[in-house]
């Protein structure tokens, strides 16, 4: 099993910063992909961005060149640092892990507030 534990979130203003962490403990030689994805009230969760155990990477449309995504292997901690925020940034942020056999782990999330 893997435990994911996100930190980071908070309230911010419109154009400020803000990094999250995802701190991963357990089996964590079984993930292949970790990404993080956000929910806005009322909106389905999306992907926001993914990282793989290689480092390759990949962005929703809405956030390239604003925000970045990187893993700290040593640390078993993936971070994700948004820069640019806008209120439509505003969401709970998730942590997942996707697995080798294709099963997911997710964290408890962090809320973002961005506010204009």
């Known amino acids: 099993q893997v435990q994911l534990v996100e930190s980071g979130g908070g309230l911010v203003q419109s154009g400020g910063s803000l990094r999250l962490s995802c701190a991963a403990s357990g089996s964590i030689f079984m993930i292949n992909v970790m990404n993080w994805y956000r929910q806005a009230l009322g909106k389905q969760r999306e992907l926001v961005a993914g990282?793989?155990?290689?480092?390759?990477?990949n962005y929703a449309d809405s956030v390239k060149g604003r925000f970045t995504i990187s893993r700290d292997n040593a640390k078993n901690t993936m971070y994700l640092k948004m820069n640019s925020l806008t209120p439509d940034d505003s969401a709970v942020y998730y942590c997942?892990?996707?697995?080798?056999?294709?099963?997911?782990?997710w964290g408890q999330g962090t809320l973002v507030t961005v506010s204009s």
């Open positions: 990282i793989t155990r290689g480092g390759s990477t």
């Open positions: 997942n892990a996707r697995f080798l056999l294709g099963t997911d782990a």
